[in-house]
């Protein structure tokens, strides 16, 4: 199981315990945003893409969207987000529980800036009922991100 796999990753910075799991679905923003007890802000959620044949997953603020422009301006392409199928084979997580941490080679991880308005976020950790709150700077150190873009739009 996937949140087994991000446990396991977090186990080696001695974080495995920080991981939450809980008795509801935390699948969308709004229902973890539920199950966390916060803004719905807050959720980082992780979309995942296609780009130039190789997958990427572009982690933001629960309260932006993808804005095309700006993200064909960053990729150099339409955004075309996988599919469930592709999500789970080439990144290593479900839809709905889609996370930058402990995903599969070839993956490349970037930060929106929506982010960094707020000292601490909560991504999903492998699964549809799970979450970590960790600061901005964790989230940089533990998802190994590549550089922080500006793809979204609706949060400012």
């Known amino acids: 199981m996937s949140v087994e796999k991000v446990k396991a990753y977090f186990k080696q910075f001695g974080m495995e315990n920080r991981v939450q799991e809980f008795a509801v679905s935390s699948a969308t923003v709004e229902l973890a945003a539920e199950a966390l007890h916060c803004e719905p802000c807050r959720i980082a959620k992780t979309l995942s893409f296609m780009v130039n044949g190789a997958p990427v997953l572009i982690v933001t603020a629960g309260d932006a969207k993808i804005d095309n422009p ?87």
């Open 70 to 156: 700006k993200y064909k301006a960053q990729f150099g392409t339409k955004a075309k987000m996988l599919s469930p199928d592709e999500a789970v084979t080439l990144v290593g997580h479900a839809v709905g529980g889609v996370c930058p941490f402990a995903v599969n080679d070839g993956v490349t991880v970037y930060l929106d800036r929506s982010l960094k308005r707020f000292e601490t976020v909560f991504p999903a950790c492998g699964s549809g009922n799970s979450a970590i709150e960790l600061t901005v700077g964790e989230l940089e150190q533990y998802s190994g991100f590549s550089a922080w873009v500006d793809v979204c739009k609706g949060w400012e």
